[in-house]
């Protein structure tokens, strides 16, 4: 209770866990050859990490609003105004939630709020249509059938992301 596990959505924080699971596959088994995995994994997470430090950086100071708690890490490490709520893709919030949510967008023209998962059609209808619906992957489960790719997924949340800041992303 209390704990978000969403700590792969920084990748800093997902460097460190590679450290710490290299090291401890090291001692396990030494002619792994972990480092050298370990290194161009490294690589590319720091590429990662100045990707969404450069393509964020537009959106920092923005009050955004997220309906599930997935993206705290993400937030925290780029400077991003996150508010999470508790809103589900498949049922229309609450009387008492979608208060809480118009109370947060006092003063915002066009607020954003981030889903896990496209919406449907009547939780859509169920906020003022000003409201921007945008679907950021929480990095989370490969598709179904497929394999999942963190980076290439993440670089697409950036993409969208940086649709945003150009008022490129459709609702």
Do not use: C
């Amino acid at each position: 209770g209390g704990v978000d596990p969403h700590t792969w959505t920084d990748p800093l924080l997902l460097i460190q866990q590679a450290d710490a699971l290299t090291a401890a596959l090291s001692r396990a088994r030494p002619q792994g050859g972990w480092d050298q995995r370990a290194a161009v994994l490294k690589g590319e997470l720091e590429a990662l990490h100045a990707e969404l430090q450069a393509g964020l950086a537009p959106l920092a100071g923005r009050k955004i609003a997220a309906n599930h708690p997935a993206y705290n890490y993400l937030a925290r490490r780029y400077g991003l105004d996150l508010t999470s709520f508790d809103f589900a893709p498949e049922a229309p919030p609450s009387a008492e939630s979608l208060a809480a949510f118009d109370a947060w967008a006092v003063g915002q023209d066009a607020p954003m709020l981030w889903w896990e998962q496209a919406p449907t059609d009547a939780v859509r209808a169920a906020f003022k249509p000003t409201v921007r619906h945008v679907v950021i992957d929480p990095l989370e489960q490969p598709p179904e059938g497929g394999e999942y790719d963190l980076l290439r997924a993440a670089r697409a949340n950036l993409g969208v992301l940086s649709g945003l800041n150009s008022g490129a992303v459709p609702d």
